[in-house]
């Protein structure tokens, strides 16, 4: 396999995950935040074992959420790592983990709903 050395490329960015901050939302709860624009919202969250969700996540856009590690909990299953949900504009949920939990989420944003993700404690 040949390496490529690495050479700016007009239009691409390329991050190590690690150089990334983790942005505290609770003292359960962090993010990593890849992206957020007034229609999309891309990001790492981890949750630390008994996290829950204070009330029910109503998704104004599409949401899908890929596990990476961990046990993903809301009222309809258990879901686990390389498991993809995906919620439908309109839908809700209530989600959790008994045991910990890192994923990827990327949401698209309805009008209003940027502020609410942004300052999302």
Known sequence: MTTVQPQPTPGMSYLAEGDIAWETQTPASRRKILRLDNDLY???VHW????EL??????????IVYVLEGTFVDQNRSSSPGTIIRGEPGS?????TPGGVTFLVVRSLVPGERDRIAGQA
């Open 42 to 44: 891309v990001a790492i």
């Open 48 to 51: 630390d074992p008994g996290f």
């Open 54 to 63: 204070p009330g029910l996540d109503e998704h104004g856009g599409e949401e």
């Open 92 to 96: 809700s949920h209530r989600p959790g």
